[in-house]
């Protein structure tokens, strides 16, 4: 009788326990397909005339294109979440510009290729003061100028990475391990890297921010140059007035016919608010290393610095001193940006001055949706035959961005 009584139990037992299993795997089945179709989704397409006149080329560039962007981010089961991200870009009518890709090198170039791919796809895991994951992302630090995404081009750039993002207090951190970048011209493939590490922290003060960075990358090409770029930068804005002060140093090796090269690299502002305005004076050095090698900003956002006319996104050998004043002034619900450049080499016996450009920007939102910008760059180069930058070269953008 005991024997069939226990019997009995361990069979009850054994049920309870499949039910219980039962039960639990299909709560977990639910809670993973409840996070994959309850994420969010959003979107943003943008259209875009671009005109570009350079002086050495006789076709003017005219770049018609749309950039499509489809983000969808699952919920959060167990603390892990994906983001997938689908970008397509799509040039209109016929290519009359060199996108670096169609072959029409009578035109100048307007670096915005028609192709389409998935441009993130990034498992993360979210837990206190911390985000981390692997996959393919955009990656930007501080102002872009050292690790960016290239966001005024149309095709992102992106990275293949395991990475962490993270803040303790005052104290922020990020640190990525990078595999594969993405420039703005590839789709289906990219530039393979190896012993990249990008490592950025901040720390808040009551006056500003302070900031340290090192970034070690190599690109895996059978080139064996490494270059190693690091430095620290403190920021703020007390009151009416804003202060930028940054200094860094880059070294590379095997980077001019097998010798190394070392440079610094200085960028500092000040300005003052008036009102709803803003002035800024600012100063930025991308030095040379004996005229052989002008400092890199191989991952940067680099549209952002030196003129939108795009004349400086790689640094000459001769390196560059850009000296500029900014003005922003708000007006009838726009916003009206202008700047004055003034450009010349670090280290150069052959010419003394690169040229002068003026941007013009007006931007305006209409909603939350909508924005619209216009953005004029005339470059007017100092004329000597030894100056590498010694065309003019003038473009007109005009954009509409509407997201969802």
């Known amino acids: 009788m005991l024997k069939k009584i226990a019997g009995n139990s361990v069979v009850a037992l054994a049920v309870a326990v499949s039910l219980n299993m039962a039960v639990t795997s299909s709560a977990q089945a639910a809670g993973f397909n409840e996070a994959m179709t309850s994420g969010t989704f959003k979107g943003s397409l943008r259209p875009r005339i671009e005109l570009v006149d350079q002086e050495n080329i006789s076709d003017n560039a005219q770049a018609t294109t749309v950039r499509g962007a489809f983000q969808y981010t699952t919920g959060t089961w ?3 979440q994906l983001k997938a991200e689908l970008e397509t870009v799509m040039g209109i009518g016929s290519e009359k510009y060199n996108s670096s890709a169609n072959g029409n090198t009578q035109y100048p170039v307007v670096a915005d290729p028609s192709g389409g791919h998935f441009n993130r796809m990034f498992l993360l895991h979210k837990g206190e003061g911390y985000s981390a994951g692997y996959g393919r992302d955009e990656i930007t630090y501080d102002n872009h100028r050292w690790i960016g995404n290239v966001g005024w081009r149309q095709n992102h750039q992106t990275y293949n990475s395991a990475k962490i993002d993270g803040k303790v207090g005052a104290l922020s951190y990020h640190a990525a391990y990078v595999t594969k970048r993405y420039k703005i011209t590839q789709y289906a493939t990219g530039e393979d890297m190896k012993n990249t590490y990008f490592l950025n922290g901040a720390y808040d003060l009551s006056f500003g921010k302070l900031t340290a960075y090192y970034y070690d990358y190599e690109f895996d090409n059978g080139s064996n140059v490494g270059t190693q770029t690091y430095g ?4 703020g804005a007390p009151g009416n007035f804003i202060y930028r002060a940054e200094v860094a140093a880059q070294k590379r090796d095997k980077a001019n016919a097998g010798a190394d090269a070392s440079v610094n690299y200085y960028h500092m502002i000040a300005g003052m ?3 709803a305005m803003k002035f800024l004076l600012g100063y930025e050095l991308l030095g040379s290393d004996s005229g052989n090698y ?3 900003a191989d991952f940067g956002t680099n549209h952002k610095f030196n003129g939108f006319a795009d004349q400086f996104l790689s640094t000459p050998d001769a390196g560059l001193k850009d000296t500029y004043v900014t003005a922003v002034i ?3 619900g726009m916003k009206f940006v202008a700047t004055y450049h003034s450009f010349k080499p670090d280290n150069s016996s052959s010419f003394d001055d ?5 941007d013009l920007v007006l931007a305006r939102k209409l909603n939350r949706q909508v924005s619209l910008l216009a953005k004029y760059a005339g470059y007017s180069a100092k004329k000597n035959s030894a100056n ?3 065309n003019d070269v003038s473009k007109l953008i ?3 961005v509407y997201k969802f």
């Open 388 to 390: 590498p930058k010694n």
């Open 78 to 80: 167990k603390g892990l």
């Open 398 to 400: 005009v954009q509409a």
């Open 330 to 332: 708000p007006f009838s």
């Open 294 to 296: 002008g400092m890199k």
């Open 354 to 358: 690169y040229g002068t450009e003026m």
């Open 273 to 275: 608010k008036v009102s």
């Open 232 to 235: 620290a930068l403190l920021t």
